[in-house]
């Protein structure tokens, strides 16, 4: 054999050699690591079991969570609504003692009040030129002043239908200028505080 035919013939040799070891190399490969999909999809199913039995003790964790949270809710607006009911009672309760302290303040002060305006209605003839009557006006003012300032007013009374609430009945007469159960005179003013009544106006009632 020549010598060119041996270098010929190693050369196809060695690329033979070459081409296997390429060829063999991806079958090793294929045959130690298993496939993508091999490999996810035994995972993908444990998951997918795994969650569904999750989302169910969620689910149902949820929903005891806002069974609760409604009774809650509901509990703190029942708590609610009795707190703002016991504050206003609260509230009107102490309205109410304030109205009745003041106005059993205030009773010992009307009949004062009646006299000096009963002086007033009947001064003297020569009253007038006089200082001192002039003080008597004053100090009467003065206390009907002190006396509205505090919410004390009069209950009307003359003209008006009788109250049995507001007024006391002294007499039933007859009177062509008054409608029946009407008061005609008013003998002693009443006073009332807020919705208070301090003192009944004293009246004459027509019949």
């Not at 050369?11 to 993508?36: F, H």
């Not at 949820?62 to 609610?80: P, T, V």
């Not at 009795?82 to 206003?88: C, G, L």
């Not at 004390?152 to 003209?159: D, L, N, Q, S």
Request: with cysteine.
């Amino acid at each position: 054999m020549s010598v060119e035919k041996k270098k010929r013939s190693t050369a196809t040799d060695r690329s033979i050699t070459e081409s296997e070891k390429i060829n063999e190399e991806p079958m090793e490969t294929g045959s130690q690591t298993p496939s993508v999909t091999e490999a996810i999809e035994p995972v993908n199913i444990e998951m997918a079991s795994l969650s569904v039995e999750e989302l169910a003790v969620l689910q149902q964790e949820l929903e005891e969570a806002q069974k609760q949270s409604k009774e809650y809710f509901e509990g703190w607006q029942r708590e609610r609504a009795d707190f703002i009911n016991y504050k206003k009672r609260i509230e009107r309760d102490q309205y109410l003692l304030n109205q009745a302290i003041k106005a059993n303040i205030f009773k010992n002060f009307l009949d004062v009040l009646d006299d000096m305006e009963l002086a007033v209605k009947n001064r003297p003839e020569n009253a007038a030129d006089q200082k001192w009557w002039e003080g008597v006006g004053l100090i009467c003012r003065k206390l009907i002043g002190i006396l509205e300032s505090e919410g004390v007013t009069r209950i009307p009374a003359e003209g008006d239908l009788f109250d049995p609430t507001l007024h006391e009945a002294i007499s039933h007469d007859e009177d062509p200028d008054h409608q029946s159960e009407h008061v005609i005179e008013v003998i002693k003013q009443g006073y009332m505080i807020g919705d208070r009544v301090i003192r009944p106006a004293l009246v004459r009632v027509a019949r």
